[in-house]
């Protein structure tokens, strides 16, 4: 299907631990104009002032990895954040994230500087079906979660097999999941 995206710029990488640290030590977590409501109160929720897969020891920040704490490694992209942190960082950077429309052009046409796959990507998309989507015979599969606030993730992630990796795979999650493999990407009008 056909879909007309205005002019817009993309990060032709996702957000890296190093930069997401920098939102973290600026205060990102205790400022309340950079969440949305629905993130503010998850974060309150949760108790959140930092990644829930991250902990400080001494001075320096370590991130569950299965079963393990291991050193964060300052260039490999931010994993298991929510989309509400992903948002949250993209007001503070002054960016966005980008809409699942603008994440497939560029993926599809920009394929060689265009990287993805290290991890699932926040877009700012509510999982919907296209048009012509006909649910019938698996209606019990993604039926259902159009009705709920999903938002839409792409790219895939080292976990995700190879003969799913593809610029028009979408996966779809609620914005305060972080259990996944998931990061984010910016983007600017």
């Known amino acids: ?25 600026s205060g990102g977590y205790s400022r309340r104009e950079l969440w949305s409501a629905a993130g503010w109160a998850m974060r309150e929720r949760q108790a959140l002032d930092h990644p829930r897969y991250w902990k400080r020891e001494a001075d320096n920040w370590l991130v569950r990895r299965f079963d393990h704490w291991v050193p964060l490694a300052p260039d490999h992209p931010v994993i298991h954040v929510s989309g509400h942190e992903a948002e949250a960082y993209c007001r503070w950077a002054g960016r966005r994230l980008p809409m699942e429309a603008e994440w497939e052009c560029v993926a599809r046409t920009e394929a060689v500087q265009f990287k993805y796959g290290q991890v699932w990507e926040w877009t700012s998309s509510r999982f919907l079906p296209f048009g ?3 649910a019938d015979p698996y209606k019990e599969y993604s039926q259902p979660w159009f009705a709920q606030e999903h938002r839409v993730l792409r790219g895939g992630s080292f976990a995700t097999p190879r003969r799913m990796m593809r610029a028009t795979f979408r996966n779809f999650y609620k914005p305060e999941r972080a259990d996944m493999f998931c990061g984010f990407r910016t983007c600017a009008t």
């Open 132 to 134: 012509g989507f006909s």
């Open 1 to 25: 299907h056909e879909v007309k995206v205005r002019a817009f710029s993309i990060a032709r990488r996702v957000v890296a631990n190093a930069e997401f640290a920098g939102f973290v030590a």
